[in-house]
C-alpha cells in the first residue's frame, strides 16, 4: 500500500497573504505629507512609488545589504524617490516625512489582518502542523505579527532582510527547512506571488499554494499551475491540504 503524504511544515508569505495595508500607499503617503504642509494627489504618489520601488530593488536588492545600506536607509531613500517623481523637488522637506513613513509602517496599526487568516492559522495547527514565515520584509515584521496578535502561530520569522536572500532565491527556502530540519517533501509554502512564492517553494522541492484573491488569475499563470493548488482565499487551504495528504508521498 502507497505511504500517503504526512505534512511536517507549513511556511507563509505575509504581505497580501495575512497581512495588508489599511489604505493604499497613495493614500498613505498623501496624508502624511498634508500633515507636514505638504499637499500631493495620492494617485500620483501611488504610481510614484511603485516606479521608485521597482527601480530601487533593481539597483540595490533586498535592502541593498550588499551594497552597505540598512533597510531604513532604503526605505528613506524610497519616500524620496517617490515624492521627486511626483513632482516635489525639495528633499529637506521630504525628509521629516520619510521618517514619519518609516515609523508609521513600523504599526500594526497601519496593517490589518485579511479575512480568515487568524482562523486558518489557528487550524492548521490544531491539525499538527508546524507554521513558520518566509517572507520578503525587513525587521520590522517580528514587531507587526506581535502587535497584531499573530507571531504565537509561527516557530520562527525567516525575513529576507535576515536571511540576506529575498524569494524566490532558494537560499531563503533551504534556510526555512534547515532551521525546521525537515526535507522539502513533507513542507509546503502558501504565498500570493506566482514567481515568487508559489514556483520559488517549488523549485526546491516543496508543495506550494498560490492565494489568488478575488482577481481573475492571469490565464497564463492560471494553466501552468493546477487548479488544486490556487485559493481563492486562505478559508480554501484546508480542504487543499485535505486533497494534498491524500497523495501518495513522492519519495
Given at each position: 500500500?502507497?505511504r500517503r503524504?504526512?505534512?511536517q511544515?507549513l ?11 489599511r489604505?493604499?500607499?497613495g ?9 507636514h ?6 494617485t ?6 511603485w ?5 530601487q530593488?533593481l539597483s ?10 540598512t533597510?531604513r536607509?532604503?526605505?528613506l531613500?524610497v519616500?524620496l524617490?517617490t515624492?521627486?517623481?511626483a513632482?516635489v523637488?525639495?528633499?529637506?522637506a ?5 521618517d ?10 497601519t496593517w490589518?489582518v485579511?479575512?480568515?487568516a487568524e482562523?486558518?492559522?489557528r487550524?492548521?495547527r490544531k491539525?499538527?502542523l508546524?507554521l513558520?514565515v518566509v517572507s520578503?520584509?525587513?525587521?520590522r515584521l ?9 507571531r ?15 524569494k ?6 533551504r ?5 525546521a530540519?525537515v526535507e522539502p517533501?513533507v513542507a509546503?509554502h ?9 514556483k520559488?517553494?517549488r523549485?526546491?522541492g516543496?508543495h506550494s499554494?498560490?492565494?489568488?484573491g478575488?482577481?481573475?488569475l492571469?490565464p497564463?499563470?492560471k494553466?501552468?499551475?493546477?487548479q488544486e493548488?490556487?485559493?481563492p482565499?486562505?478559508p480554501?487551504?484546508?480542504p487543499?491540504?485535505?486533497r494534498?495528504e491524500?497523495?501518495?508521498l513522492q519519495?
Amino acid at each position: 500500500m502507497a505511504r500517503r503524504l504526512q505534512l511536517q511544515l507549513l511556511t507563509w508569505d505575509v504581505k497580501d497573504t495575512l497581512l495588508r495595508l489599511r489604505q493604499p500607499m497613495g493614500e498613505e503617503y498623501a496624508t502624511k505629507a498634508q500633515a507636514h504642509g505638504l499637499k500631493v494627489e495620492a494617485t500620483a504618489l501611488e504610481q510614484a512609488f511603485w516606479q521608485a520601488y521597482r527601480a530601487q530593488s533593481l539597483s540595490f536588492p533586498n535592502y541593498g545589504l550588499s551594497h552597505g545600506l540598512t533597510s531604513r536607509q532604503w526605505w528613506l531613500d524610497v519616500v524620496l524617490q517617490t515624492f521627486h517623481r511626483a513632482g516635489v523637488q525639495d528633499a529637506q522637506a521630504v525628509a521629516p516625512i520619510a521618517d514619519q513613513l518609516y515609523k508609521d509602517f513600523s504599526n500594526p496599526c497601519t496593517w490589518q489582518v485579511l479575512q480568515g487568516a487568524e482562523a486558518t492559522l489557528r487550524e492548521c495547527r490544531k491539525r499538527g502542523l508546524r507554521l513558520a514565515v518566509v517572507s520578503n520584509f525587513d525587521r520590522r515584521l517580528e514587531g507587526i505579527l506581535v502587535g497584531l496578535g499573530l507571531r504565537e502561530h509561527f516557530e520562527f520569522v525567516l525575513t529576507s532582510e535576515a536571511a540576506g536572500w529575498p524569494k524566490p532565491d532558494p537560499r531563503i527556502f533551504r534556510e526555512a527547512l534547515r532551521l525546521a530540519q525537515v526535507e522539502p517533501a513533507v513542507a509546503a509554502h502558501v504565498g500570493d506571488s506566482y514567481p515568487l512564492d508559489y514556483k520559488g517553494a517549488r523549485a526546491i522541492g516543496m508543495h506550494s499554494f498560490l492565494v489568488a484573491g478575488p482577481e481573475p488569475l492571469d490565464p497564463g499563470i492560471k494553466d501552468s499551475i493546477p487548479q488544486e493548488h490556487i485559493l481563492p482565499s486562505l478559508p480554501h487551504l484546508l480542504p487543499a491540504l485535505d486533497r494534498l495528504e491524500g497523495s501518495p508521498l513522492q519519495l
